[in-house]
């Protein structure tokens, strides 16, 4: 019998799954990765600098301005910050060459960025040269209440960037599961946000919401109140790209936070967002290595299974997962509760004062775990894998195997997505 090969990124390397002859429903693919730009990463952003959204030029902004703090993203997240933050630098420079900068590294709830990361991130240049500051959302110290957000809970931010004469981001615009897109105001909340404030915006009726999906802002509470944050910490401007497979600028934005950030996520959203094709099977990844290097962070691939599997169905995972579950409270989360239904109750019984560390994470794959069966391929221990509800399996002909016993019948269809994160499913219409 024949059959169709399909190439998956998994951690640095690549595994094909092959699809027996008439069980391919289809592939969902980003057209992010083929695309080619007019021009590189630098001159992209150069471009975008000189001919702001919604603003003056940065080097406007920041005339007679004396504190000026530049946010900028962490060791997690793969920000071209090497082509951007120079270019920054200087334009704020040719406004106002005395002005005072900081860079302020938005960590979130990350842990700090070492200084081999910045480095890399930066360049030894700017590290040596520039004041840089990591975010720490348990420094009550540096930590100042500034309002309250819509949802009700404080909002409470960094007091440098709140005390600064002006406020300005770099960052990237990706999908994202539960916000709708990653960049823009985001670089405020929860980027240099206290852990409370986080929590209180990642409770669980908003992440319960149907409308905090992957692209979807309008009515989605969690961007509601990312938005109000920024606006009340006064961000100024930001510059945003979007990047290919190799983490290159593809495209550039640059401006007023929310009219910058919509330019570059309809750009985004006009090359990655695909209709689901509904399968007993549907087959994602992470998009490789560095995203796939826990389960914790494979969550968000799965939830591209997730809104193209049909309910009961079956969704095989590829994530190489060498670091493990990635978040001790996730583990144990799933470790200590064998009745994933009783969980779920769980979680949208608390208030969101009660959220707790990773619970967005627990109940999102635990939403998956309620439509479909995961089979997770992995180089992380069976045990840790079976902790977390999932189904272990070391290869692709393995998993397809488990998965075709799982659906139980000589007809199945699968549905393959090679990068799960890099991808809008839209599944029809969201409620309101």
Not at 162 to 190: M, Q, W, Y
Not at 375 to 395: F, K, N, T, W
């Amino acid at each position: 019998m024949t059959s169709e090969k399909i190439v998956l990124p998994y951690g640095r390397e690549t595994v094909a799954v092959e699809i027996e002859e008439g069980h391919l429903a289809g592939v969902l693919r980003s057209g992010i990765h083929g695309y080619r730009p007019p021009a590189t990463g630098e001159e992209l952003v150069r471009a975008a600098m000189a001919q702001p959204i919604g603003t003056p030029r940065l080097r406007e902004l920041a005339a007679g301005k004396r504190k000026v703090v530049v946010i900028a993203s962490d060791h997690t997240r793969p920000v071209p910050s090497r082509v951007i933050m120079p270019q920054m630098l200087a334009e704020i420079r040719a406004g106002n060459p005395s002005a005072d900068i900081t860079i302020l590294v938005a960590t979130g709830l990350h842990r700090t960025t070492t200084t081999d990361e910045l480095a890399t991130k930066f360049g030894d240049e700017i590290v040596a040269r520039e004041r840089i500051v990591v975010h720490d959302c348990d420094d009550a110290a540096n930590l100042v209440n500034i309002g309250r957000l819509p949802s009700g809970g404080d909002l409470v931010l960094n007091r440098l960037a709140v005390e600064a004469d002006l406020l300005v981001a770099e960052g990237f615009i990706e999908p994202h599961f539960f916000a709708g897109f990653s960049g823009g105001r985001k670089s405020v909340l929860p980027g240099i946000a206290s852990r409370a404030t986080v929590m209180y915006n990642h409770n669980s009726g908003f992440i319960a919401h149907p409308r905090a999906r992957t692209g979807v802002l309008e009515g989605n509470p969690v961007h509601e109140d990312m938005l109000f944050a920024a606006r009340a910490a006064k961000l100024a401007f930001v510059v945003n790209v979007v990047i290919d497979a190799a983490h290159d600028p593809i495209f550039c934005v640059a401006g007023e936070c929310e009219a910058a950030h919509r330019a570059g996520r309809e750009f985004l959203a006009s090359k990655c967002q695909v209709d689901a094709i509904p399968a007993d099977i549907a087959v994602s990844t992470n998009g490789g290595y560095p995203l796939d290097q826990n389960i914790y962070q494979a969550v968000k691939g799965m939830t591209a299974a997730e809104a193209t599997v049909k309910p009961g169905g079956v969704i095989v995972m590829f994530a190489k997962s060498q670091d493990g579950h990635g978040g001790a409270s996730f583990h144990r989360t799933f470790r200590d509760e064998p009745d994933v239904e009783r969980m779920m109750r769980t979680f949208l019984a608390r208030r969101p004062d009660e959220t707790i560390i990773d619970q967005w994470q627990s109940q999102i794959l635990a939403r998956v775990l309620l439509k479909a069966r995961v089979i997770y391929v992995s180089d992380c221990e069976d045990q840790i894998v079976r902790d977390l509800h999932m189904i272990p399996a070391h290869g692709a002909a393995e998993a397809m195997e488990i998965a075709k016993s799982l659906v139980g019948r000589p007809y199945y269809s699968v549905t393959v997505i090679p990068d799960g994160v890099a991808v809008i499913v839209r599944e029809g219409e969201v409620p309101a």
